[in-house]
């Protein structure tokens, strides 16, 4: 089996715009996988189903695994634009929700 390479299918200047850190677009990730937490916790605090409510922790649990990414881009300071930005916001908004402070994920990835 033929291995793909990524190069095959994106041009050099879609490769650039990938690996380079944008704010608003990191901003508006952490805002969207916040905002379906949030919604989460809105159907879990209502009075539907329990059918909703434990499809709401499933949908849950993938947003925590999203914030893991999230912190892991914010460790590598690839992330925003501003090594500052990504050590404060990967640790309060990514980091430690998931009980994982960024200095101490740093270090060992």
Not at 9 to 29: F, P, Q, V, W
Not at 34 to 63: D, H, N, Q, Y
Not at 78 to 90: A, D, E, P
């Amino acid at each position: 089996m033929k291995k793909v390479d990524f190069r095959e299918y994106l041009s050099r200047e879609e490769i650039k715009e990938l690996r380079t850190a944008n704010d608003a677009r990191a901003l508006r990730m952490f805002a969207i996988n916040w905002l379906v937490i949030a919604l989460c916790f809105a159907v879990l605090g209502s009075t539907l189903a329990w059918p909703f409510k434990i499809a709401a922790l499933f949908v849950m649990a993938g947003r925590q695994l999203g914030l893991g990414i999230l912190m892991h881009e914010c460790s590598h300071h690839s992330f925003f634009t501003k090594t500052s930005w990504n050590r404060f916001i990967g640790h309060w908004f990514a980091g430690m929700p998931v009980l994982v402070p960024l200095d101490f994920y740093r270090p060992y990835h």
